[in-house]
């Protein structure tokens, strides 16, 4: 079973051409060529068998996760933003507090923004920031306290543009306040980023001097890596959407921070099986690209939605676990800059947290 991540991987490379050479080629072609490669790429899609795939993740998801690939007291959780905005009390921090006793919570990266599309933020969004960092510091001894700032990003969206080196420069300012404001890092969630922006790698190369220089950290959250070669590329010419990222750009991303979250929900996958196998296969890709001091964070839903792109009975946090523990036992239990991250506080179930501590913590 320990090599089926890498089968897959081989076999998408041998349905591809060479990486640098397919990349230079497909960008020199005109908007027709392209077209119709990608019509032809999906035609050959849909005839392909696809329960191939579904038996391969199926096959990541077999055997027995080892006892050892358990919390390293290195998790984290995303914070809402009503608790810097005036609507969270002492009250509701002390009960933040139990709920996290006797957890791997290590980091909480609470919602400070979001940014404006220039890159600005405004005071006015979290004026109760201060008071949650300090009461949070009372309340949990050791935790830390990242600001968790985002935007929709250029150029699927009309927002934040990251290629822009102005707009690079009140984001890093705005880095700066939330320094300022007494948090123990900077949490940046911007998308949908594309692989390939230089502005991104720019960006990260300018603030992790400023949150070095405060002992502070620096920690993002990633898409999935592409389960097979170039996926990302079928994706956008076919929806103009870009979903994952090239585990080469992961990389490039993981060596400027301190910590790295991979946003493994949203999947589509239809059952639990294929979501915890996806979810091996994704850990050990990541494992693969991210260096040993780096923080690895794997993503966990704490919400519910049943849709396209997210399957509430498939997408549970005992699956996800599960897949996440085999993936790790297979590829580097030893690994100590590793955990989990669960997505959001404030959609999270009591059967969330008690999958949590049963499948991970104890």
């Known amino acids: ?53 579904a ?75 201060r008071w949650f960092v300090e009461a949070a510091h009372r309340a949990v001894p050791g935790i830390r306290v990242q600001g968790w700032l985002g935007d929709e990003v250029k150029p699927e969206k009309d927002a934040l543009d990251l290629e822009d080196a102005a707009t690079r420069d009140r984001v890093t300012a705005s880095a700066r306040q939330v320094l300022d404001l007494g948090f123990d890092g900077v949490h940046f969630d911007m998308e949908p980023i594309r692989p390939g922006s230089r502005g991104w790698l720019a960006l990260l190369d300018q603030v992790r001097p400023v949150t070095a220089e405060r002992g502070a950290r620096l920690s993002v959250a990633a898409p999935q890596i592409d389960p097979l ?36 929900y949203d999947s589509s996958m239809p059952t639990e099986s294929l979501y915890g196998g996806y979810n091996a296969y994704q850990t050990e890709l ?15 839903p704490f919400y519910w939605e049943d849709k396209w792109g997210h399957w509430g009975h498939a997408e549970t946090v005992d699956a996800g676990i599960r897949g996440i523990r085999l993936g790790l036992g297979r590829y580097d239990l030893d690994r100590k800059n590793f955990g989990v991250g669960l997505y959001v506080d404030f959609a999270a179930t009591e059967q969330n947290w008690a999958d949590y501590r049963s499948g991970w913590v104890r």
């Not at 990541?286 to 966990?300: C, H, K, N």
């Open 1 to 53: 079973m320990a090599g089926i991540g890498a089968r897959i991987r081989l076999l998408g490379r041998a349905l591809a051409a060479p990486p640098r050479a397919l990349r230079t080629r497909w960008r020199g072609w005109s908007r027709w060529r392209r077209a119709l490669v990608v019509t032809l790429v999906a035609a050959a899609v849909a005839v392909l068998p696809v329960g191939s795939a």
């Open 55 to 129: 038996l391969a993740l199926r096959l990541q998801y077999a055997g027995d996760p080892s006892p050892e690939a358990r919390t390293r007291g290195k998790d984290a959780v995303w914070l809402g933003h009503a608790w810097v905005d005036g609507r969270k009390s002492d009250a509701d921090v002390a009960d933040l507090a139990r709920r996290l006793a006797g957890t791997g919570v290590r980091d909480l990266y609470v919602h400070t923004g979001p940014l404006e599309h220039d890159g600005s933020l405004p005071p006015s969004v979290h004026p109760r920031a």
């Open 229 to 264: 070669p170039f996926q990302h590329d079928i994706a956008i010419a076919l929806t103009d959407h870009g979903k994952w990222w090239d585990q080469a750009y992961f990389a490039q991303t993981a060596r400027r921070v301190d910590q790295i979250a991979v946003m493994t």
């Open 286 to 300: 990541a494992l693969e690209a991210t260096p040993e001091d780096v923080d690895l964070l794997m993503g966990l």
